[in-house]
């Protein structure tokens, strides 16, 4: 053969090789047994073997594990279903509120005034009527002892008017006169000084309020030289220091103008008081010169008349010092101290003896409020006692941020523990034995913003939307979207719309 058929023959040899693996395997083990033993034989083709029954082995696993999580996925989950029960509940709306009084009010003296006296502390119950305060003026105390004064002398005029004079009479009638002449301008010279005293005060607020914002801008100075670092934390320190010292001089002197207004307040009131008495002086000394006369007497007692309602006017006055209850309640607050000054901010905050409870309700339960309705009242603090109420009150409006009305609740006889501010939980009662579906609460889930339960229906779990109320002990109460004749799924969570299931205990 020539050297080209050779080759050709080895090639296809070697290409059928390839293509018959087992062909070679063969050729292979042939050459071997040339080369090996009998014994080598029969290791090598045991070992062979083994690797196989290996592989068949691990192949044979994998297809069952295969088979049983396909069977697994194939298979129906099983669910436990029930079916709603019609049961007779009470409703209830439930929220949290908070206690104050029907009536709360800061109680104060019409008149402005310092408190002398402060006959209550925070915690006391008070009747109507009751003195709570004293307040110390000065200006209607002393226009009351000049009224008083000047009854006495009206009295007196109208004494010796309607009797014949004496000489001692004329000459103290005269002297009378006088010396009233002289105390109006006494009291005209001390409204002057008064007056002076009160420009000098404000010309020195004047200058304590620029040492003041002297004092300020010096503080924002050093403050900001501080932050730089320029100057030590002790200046700062320092200024902030003077500010406040220069505050306290400008709040003192405040107090200081308050007091010389109120002095020349009552040097005018006793200017007033002098003016009236010199007249009826020189009125009595000229009486007294001309002897009595009808018209004269007439006169001097309508001046003893005008003279005792001006008492009365000045007596009302300072007694508008005085602080009174003005119903039964509770202090709750002292807002002053003895020696403040106080106006119309009050000395005290008092709270009527009828409390009131203020809840916020969500306005989805509007439709189902009324007023009358009772309510059943608790206290996590005082977990052992409730109590009743009812509503009296529905809020004219929604609050448009919170989407809540106020819902006003009167307890029927409540506790001692009741205080005013104090948090309770309230529970409105809406209906009573009313017959509803009620399903467990695990049938509940959301779908969307959607309230749905699971039916079985042809093996296939089917969600059905359903509107409920707020749950009891017994389930959740369902308004609509049950017949009562359905069978839901009981665990809503192991299921999905759609998902093939089987009831437990089904054939």
Do not use: C
């Amino acid at each position: 053969m020539s050297p080209d058929s050779n080759s050709k023959n080895d090639n296809s040899k070697n290409d059928l090789e390839r293509r018959n693996p087992e062909t070679a395997l063969v050729k292979v083990d042939s050459e071997s047994e040339k080369q090996f033993s009998p014994l080598s034989r029969r290791q090598a083709v045991s070992k062979r073997l083994k690797n196989w029954t290996i592989r068949i082995g691990v192949l044979s696993v994998l297809v069952l594990v295969i088979g049983f999580l396909v069977w697994r996925s194939n298979r129906p989950t099983e669910v436990t279903t029930t079916q709603p029960k019609l049961t007779p509940i009470t409703e209830t709306v439930a929220s949290s509120g908070r206690v104050s009084g029907t009536t709360e009010t800061f109680v104060g003296a019409q008149a402005q005034g310092v408190v002398d006296e402060l006959y209550v502390k925070e915690g006391d119950r008070v009747k109507p009527g009751q003195t709570l305060a004293v307040l110390k003026n000065d200006v209607a105390e002393a226009q009351t002892k000049q009224a008083a004064q000047a009854v006495q002398t009206a009295q007196a005029q109208l004494a010796q008017t309607s009797r014949g004079p004496l000489q001692s009479e004329l000459e103290a009638a005269t002297a009378q006169a006088r010396q009233a002449e002289a105390e109006v301008v006494q009291q005209r010279a001390a409204i002057t000084q008064a007056q002076k005293t009160v420009v000098q005060q404000q010309a020195q607020l004047k200058q304590l309020q620029a040492e003041q914002d002297l004092a300020a801008k010096q503080l924002a100075r050093t403050r900001t030289l501080a932050e730089q670092g320029i100057v030590p934390r002790a200046e700062l320190d320092q200024s902030q220091t003077d500010l406040q010292v220069a505050q306290e001089r400008v709040a003192a002197q405040r107090q200081a103008i308050e007091l010389a207004q109120a002095n020349v307040r009552q040097a005018r009131a006793s200017l007033q008081s002098a003016q009236a008495n010199a007249l009826a002086q020189q009125a009595r000394a000229r009486t007294v010169q001309s002897g009595a006369r009808p018209e004269d007497v007439q006169v001097a007692r309508r001046r003893l008349s005008e003279a005792e309602q001006a008492l009365d006017v000045a007596r009302q006055q300072a007694a508008n010092s005085v602080v009174s209850a003005p119903f039964a309640g509770l202090v709750t607050q002292i807002t002053a101290e003895l020696g403040q000054s106080v106006g119309a901010e009050g000395v005290l905050k008092l709270v009527s003896g009828e409390l009131e409870i203020h809840v916020d309700v969500d306005e989805s339960n509007l439709a189902n409020l009324k007023v009358g309705q009772p309510a059943v009242i608790s206290s996590t603090t005082f977990t052992g006692s409730t109590f009743e109420g009812a509503v009296t009150e529905l809020g004219p409006a929604v609050d448009v941020s919170r989407g809540t009305i106020e819902v006003t609740v009167v307890p029927s006889a409540p506790p001692d523990w009741l205080r005013p501010g104090q948090t309770v939980n309230v529970n409105i009662i809406t209906a009573k034995d009313v017959a509803r579906l009620l399903v467990p609460a695990t049938a509940l889930t959301r779908s969307g913003d959607q309230t749905v339960v699971f039916v079985v229906a042809n093996g296939i779990a089917l969600e059905k939307p359903v509107v409920t109320r707020a749950p009891t002990d017994a389930g959740v109460p369902i308004l609509a979207g049950l017949t009562g004749d359905e069978r839901i799924v009981v665990d809503a969570a192991k299921v999905t719309a759609g998902e093939r299931v089987r009831v437990a205990g089904a054939g």
